[in-house]
Structure formats: C-alpha cells, structure tokens
C-alpha cells in the first residue's frame, strides 16, 4: 500500500458524549491520500461473507493491509493516547483493522443487527471509524439503554446485553430494520455524520450503532454503498510487555 502518510492538514476535535464523562475524537482529512486505500477497496479486496469474523457486522469485511494498521497504531499512541493516559506507563495495540461494506437488507437482519451494540466491556478498549463514503450513507450515533440508563457497559454490566436483545424482540414494531433514531428502548445521545476519510475514535464499551437511511448504504456495490474501515485497539499497562 503506498503512499499512506498523515495528513498534515489534518483536524482533531473532542465531542464529549452526553451523559458520560467520555469523549469521541473526530479526526477529519486523516490521510494525505487515499488514492492507495480506495484501490484496495474498490480492485484488491477479497470480501469474506457475513459473520465470517464472529461478528454481527451486516455485511461484508476484509482485512486491511498491514501498513494502515501501523500507521494507525502510531497515529493513535502518538496523537490520542496522551490525551486518555500517561503515554510512558501504556502502550496501543491494534488488534486489526476491517474494511467493511454493509450489504445486508434491513428484512434480513437478526434482531442483534438491529439494535445499538458494543465491542467490549474494558473500557480500555477503543473503536475507530474510517469513513471511505460520505455524509448521505450514514456515520454513527451513541445510544443509551433506557431500562438501565446505561450508555457505557462495564464488566458488571455484561448480563444486561441477553436483556436488551429479549427486550428488543418484545418491541418488534420499533426494530424492524437498522435503528436511526431513539426507540422506547434506546436513546440516540450523540450523533456523528460521515464524511470521507474522517476517522472516529471511541470506547468500545459505548453503546452504538451505524446509522443506516439510505438503500445504497447497503448496495453490495463497493463504489455505491456505505465502505468504512473499522479498527480496534486496546491501551496496555507497559509491564504487560
């Protein structure tokens, strides 16, 4: 993958999510050129079927080539892991990095597709969103699990997850298709819009969804509907190394 450098005009901004003391990092312009990444997606990408990475993601996915990783891992430790922590005690792991394109129609999908969800409960575990589409094929919200007032899950929290899918069943006519909007079960707190090659950065125990209006947000054509990269990390104490 060539070319893949940092943009040097690139924007970083906090929005804090609301009702939380946790913020969400927006970093637009990210990369200097994404003439390396879009061909990758677009002629080079093998895409594995749904659920192939034991996930519930409602499409399709491919790893993205080891040089986006790295540059992203030094990215994250260089620019946001000082702003969460004492750089000198932790270090940043990138687990893997996914490129994805939604591709499941909304009458197909299980009721875990249709409702906001989280990565992990450690809250030292981070999300990221590269969006490779723009604003009209949707960004991502952050939810809150109404019973419970709960937006970031913690370990202890981990039983609640089986509830809110049975919960979810029980209000069927509320979540028929992708969620986009505050349900009698989940509140939308925070909406972030897409725009290409923007990257969002957040904890992985916040409860959220993709926002999915549009038709072409799941067209299994890769240069019409919704391509994003999706990647996560965990914080790790040094002495772990």
Same mark, same amino acid.
């Given at each position: 993958m060539?070319?893949?450098t940092l943009s040097p005009n690139m924007n970083i901004k906090k929005l804090i999510v609301p009702g939380t003391r946790l913020y969400v990092y927006i970093i637009d312009d990210f990369l200097l050129d994404m003439t390396s990444v879009m061909n990758f997606a677009h002629n080079i990408a093998y895409f594995h079927p749904m659920f192939a990475d034991n996930s519930y993601y409602p499409g399709v996915r491919d790893n993205m080539p !080891?040089?986006? +990783?790295? +540059?992203l891992q030094a990215f994250f430790e260089g620019n946001i892991l000082p702003d969460i922590t004492n750089k000198s005690d932790y270090a940043v792991v990138v687990h893997k990095c996914l490129l994805s394109l939604i591709a499941c129609k909304p009458a197909n999908l299980l009721i875990d597709q249709k409702i906001p969800h989280i990565?992990?409960?450690?809250?030292?575990?981070?999300a990221f969103v590269h969006? +490779? #589409?723009?604003?009209?094929l949707g960004g991502t919200s952050i939810y809150k699990y109404t019973p419970e007032n709960i937006i970031e899950f913690k370990q202890s929290d981990k039983? +609640?997850?089986?509830?809110?899918?049975?919960?979810?069943? !029980?209000?069927?006519?509320?979540?028929?298709?992708y969620i986009v909007d505050t349900t #009698?079960?989940?509140e939308q707190v925070l909406k972030i819009e897409a725009?290409?090659?923007?990257?969002? =950065?957040? !904890?992985?125990?916040?409860?959220?969804s993709a926002n999915i209006t549009s038709t072409n947000s799941y067209c299994k054509d890769t240069k019409v509907g919704r391509l994003s990269i999706? #990647?996560?990390? #965990? =914080?790790k104490p040094l002495q772990l190394y």
């Amino acid at each position: 993958m060539k070319n893949l450098t940092l943009s040097p005009n690139m924007n970083i901004k906090k929005l804090i999510v609301p009702g939380t003391r946790l913020y969400v990092y927006i970093i637009d312009d990210f990369l200097l050129d994404m003439t390396s990444v879009m061909n990758f997606a677009h002629n080079i990408a093998y895409f594995h079927p749904m659920f192939a990475d034991n996930s519930y993601y409602p499409g399709v996915r491919d790893n993205m080539p !080891q040089p986006y +990783l790295r +540059l992203l891992q030094a990215f994250f430790e260089g620019n946001i892991l000082p702003d969460i922590t004492n750089k000198s005690d932790y270090a940043v792991v990138v687990h893997k990095c996914l490129l994805s394109l939604i591709a499941c129609k909304p009458a197909n999908l299980l009721i875990d597709q249709k409702i906001p969800h989280i990565d992990s409960c450690d809250e030292r575990d981070y999300a990221f969103v590269h969006y +490779l #589409s723009d604003k009209a094929l949707g960004g991502t919200s952050i939810y809150k699990y109404t019973p419970e007032n709960i937006i970031e899950f913690k370990q202890s929290d981990k039983p +609640l997850l089986a509830a809110m899918v049975n919960n979810a069943k !029980q209000k069927h006519a509320e979540h028929k298709g992708y969620i986009v909007d505050t349900t #009698s079960l989940f509140e939308q707190v925070l909406k972030i819009e897409a725009k290409f090659n923007r990257l969002v =950065i957040y !904890q992985g125990n916040l409860l959220h969804s993709a926002n999915i209006t549009s038709t072409n947000s799941y067209c299994k054509d890769t240069k019409v509907g919704r391509l994003s990269i999706a #990647s996560f990390a #965990s =914080i790790k104490p040094l002495q772990l190394y």
